[in-house]
């Protein structure tokens, strides 16, 4: 499977103010995928980001607050925008396996742990 | 959208006993079910799946079955060890979705 890593594992946040998490890969892959996990809950997708495409944002979830890069095949960043407590939570990207048959196996990235004080 | 309902939300069993955990799910043309396991403070590790065109796959100690009729698919863990202890993520992919729908989770507790 890829290794996937995740910039910054964690950090504490004031309100208000904007937060980029990057995530890179080892190899290159066509679909990267953001999701967040908020505390002692389960995994919620927030958007599907191709290369050379706007990302695709799943229900709830809004280019404004969240908007998200893909310059090429083994990377992408997430950014979370005029954050909030609420806005509290792991978030993780995850990857295809890049061999194999579809519908293809995910791995996840170790997760960025934000807290919004 | 897909809707993905897990039961129980924490099991408990002794070790060596076995441990089942269930999932349903609404959208029929889902046609990929993983099962993922967390440990505290990690990220979420693939433990084994299934695809929509087998009814069960087995993988030592951990299995999964499926039922496309019923929509709904189940993690069996049989001689469970203390390090089975984590939360278990059932997910569903497919029917023109590329990411995954989770399960709420289980907490499978393994009493000495």
């Known amino acids: 499977s890829a290794v996937i890593s995740q910039k910054p594992s964690r950090d504490i946040c004031q309100r208000g103010t904007s937060l980029t998490i990057q995530c890179q890969v080892d190899?290159?892959?066509?679909?990267m995928f953001w999701y967040r996990q908020q505390p002692g809950q389960s995994l919620t997708l927030i958007a599907t980001a191709n290369q050379g495409s706007e990302a695709t944002y799943e229900s709830g979830f809004v280019i404004d607050k969240f908007p998200i890069s893909r310059p090429n095949l083994t990377f992408s960043t997430l950014t979370v925008s005029n954050m909030s407590p609420e806005d509290s939570s792991i978030y993780l990207c995850?990857?295809?396996?890049?061999?194999?048959?579809?519908?293809?196996?995910?791995?996840f990235g170790p997760g960025t742990r934000l807290t919004v004080t | 959208g897909e809707n993905v309902e897990q039961h129980p939300s924490t099991l408990s069993v002794q070790e060596g006993d076995s441990a089942v955990i269930k999932c349903t799910y609404s959208?029929?043309?889902?046609?990929?079910f993983p099962w993922y396991k967390q440990e505290l403070g990690k990220r979420p590790q693939l433990i084994i799946d299934?695809?929509?065109?087998?009814g069960e796959k087995k993988d030592q100690r951990i299995a999964v079955t499926l039922n496309k009729t019923a929509k709904h698919f189940s993690l069996h863990i049989t001689e469970t060890q203390p390090e089975d202890s984590a939360v278990y993520f059932c997910a569903t992919r497919g029917g023109g979705a590329d990411g995954l729908t989770f399960g709420k989770g289980t907490h499978l507790i393994i009493q000495p």
């Open positions: 995850s990857v295809d396996r890049t061999s194999g048959r579809a519908p293809y196996e995910q791995y």
């Open positions: 959208d029929s043309a889902s046609n990929y």
């Open positions: 190899s290159q892959v066509t679909m």
């Open positions: 299934i695809r929509s065109n087998v």
